[in-house]
């Protein structure tokens, strides 16, 4: 009896994974202002506006990020890279960041909304190449909305512009 208890859970393990698939959902580029500072003081600053796209529907199991991070200008850093899916003009402990007219983004101190979800290493370049991975992604995916944001010291003179481009969402959609 106990060999086909082991063969009935081998038997359902094998079906549950044989109704999983993966499927690559591209997501639309975007630009995150970074105001003129030489570091972030410990915030992560999110763009004002979410990365928006079509949910993909079905159960998301998991989710890896790929793409380009772009800069303005010519950097030698790493960029911890963060992710939320509750919308920082909602949350009371971040600071918007304002030009003369509108929000560009907000400063947030890392909390329970925020997962760091990777890194950007730029050497004397203006593009790094993205790989990222977390709940965060996973539930933003799943909802179809997400802000992708950024922690670093030692950032340059002026303000920065950086590009989240070509970003692709490998989804894990299953039971």
Known sequence: ?????LSLTLGLTALL???SFSLTLPLPDQ???VPAMADTQGQVIYPA?????PAPGGVVKGVRVEG???ASQ?????LALYARTQDPENDPDCLALRDFTQTYAYACPVGPEDEKVGEATF???RAASLALSGQNL???????????????SGLPAGQLELTFKKLKAIVSVGL
Do not use: D, H, P, Y
């Open 138 to 152: 996973t539930q933003g995916v799943q909802q179809g909305r997400l802000w992708l944001g950024m922690m670093a």
């Open 1 to 5: 009896m106990r060999t086909l208890g």
């Open 31 to 33: 630009t995150l202002k």
């Open 17 to 19: 994974a044989a109704c």
């Open 68 to 70: 380009t991070l772009e």
């Open 123 to 125: 050497t004397a370049s």
């Open 49 to 53: 506006q979410a990365l928006t796209f």
């Open 74 to 78: 010519s950097l030698t850093l790493t």
